[in-house]
């Protein structure tokens, strides 16, 4: 089970309420997406579009989309080679990030960091085999240019399915955007934007469409849900109303079964749960996975088919990841105090870290030799919540003596206004790694650093 500890450095930051669209989607199902790759890999072109978001819209948005695809999904089986060749026909360089998985540096999509940035008209293939199974996020990652792609919709689901999955009726992956819209459904302005919260979107959309989803299956059923928070800069939480669920996996890696704390998760951008949901027995009942956003907003609409499913054996965990470490020997650790800050700039806020803005040409924050544990303590400085990610790795949070530590691995934690919280890893993949905000305007003024591992 979540401890108070772990639920209150996940608290979200304040929310406003968002516009909801005219009308419910049918479930799209994931047959919409690009989905598994062919034998000779993935061909996927990055390209604008225009269309309409909002359902009573009266003007389209200029969106990037994958193949005239918003959120797409592609899926894996664990052990098999990713092959995909990315062509940009954007007006902007593109990387592409896996958000999540410990594969090589070199295909770890960082634009100006692990790789040159594609430029538009550019093509570039990522080939790596994801070393763990899991719900991973594919998102646009270029020192300085991330923002910008992402809200206009460049964002996707990995999904590297188990040897052995659990025994579901239906298995969804779920991609959580949110969109800044003028009066009219057209984007709003990219130009000079220096909110320090971020651009916070004023709708939000469920794998490109409008809210709520629907998803169903028998009654008495049960399914499994992959969420993902894509969005640029908003935080939520996530509620569970009227159905039963365990959280399987965080951040794409196993986990022991726990039901959420008050029905709730808190979910900042860059996060991916894997739950389990088992459907009332009842004929017509079913449930909602709202957003915590002003008075509660609805995000996934699950219900019933006429069908009636056997009683189920009771929700057992994922197997453990056996490439992950058992133990972390804290006393052997590395230790790094990190101070999260902000001042106010001519160019805006001024984001830095250990007082500096993030610079690839820099020596690293930390430098440190493979099979070597880590402790960063994150401080946070500032008036907002942090959500942090480390590429590359997963990590432990740890109690605030250091005497133990929660009993799942993440790779992106929120760090509350005036805390300090900790997280240890073994630097076990070399190369050089970013600890970034997910907070994608942050990111792009600079609240970024990066670790070596050789």
Known sequence: MITRRAAVAGLATSLVSLTRGAAAQPSAGQAATPGAQAEDGLNLTARPQTQKLRPDASAQAETWSFDGVLSPVFRLKHGAELRLALRNETPKPLSLHFQGVRGPNAMDGVGGLTQEPVPPGGRLEYRFTPPDAGTFLIRPCILGGSAEPLERGLSGILVVEEETPPTVDGDFAILVDDWSLNEDGTLAAFDGEQN?????????????????????????????????????????????????????????????????????????????????????????????????????FPLVEIGGTDKKRPALPAVAPLAPNPKLPQQIRLQDAARKDIAIAASPSQAGTAWT??????????????????????????????????????????????????????????????????RTIRIAFVADNPGKWLLASTVMERFDQGLWTWIEVT
Not at 239 to 255: H, L, M, N, S, Y
């Open 353 to 418: 870290l250990n007082g500096a803005t993030g610079d690839a040409s820099a020596p690293p924050l930390l430098r440190v030799k493979r099979g070597t544990p880590v402790v960063l303590a994150l401080t946070n400085q500032t008036r907002f919540v942090q959500p942090m990610h480390l590429h590359g790795h997963v990590f432990r949070l740890l109690h605030p003596l250091d005497d133990g530590w929660e009993p799942y691995f993440l790779d992106t934690v929120q760090v509350p206004e005036n």
């Open 196 to 296: 320090p919260a971020g651009r916070l979107g004023n709708f939000l959309s469920i794998n490109g469409r409008a809210t709520p989803h629907r998803v169903e299956g028998p009654q008495g059923g049960r399914v499994r849900l992959r969420l993902a928070n894509a969005c640029n800069a908003r935080a939520m939480r996530l509620r569970f109303d009227g159905i039963r669920t365990t959280v399987i996996a965080v951040d794409g890696q196993p986990t022991d079964t726990f039901e959420p704390l008050k029905a709730s998760l808190p979910f900042p951008p860059g996060t991916r749960y894997d739950v389990l949901v088992d459907l009332p027995a009842e004929p017509g009942a079913g449930g909602t996975v709202m957003a915590l956003i002003g008075n509660g």
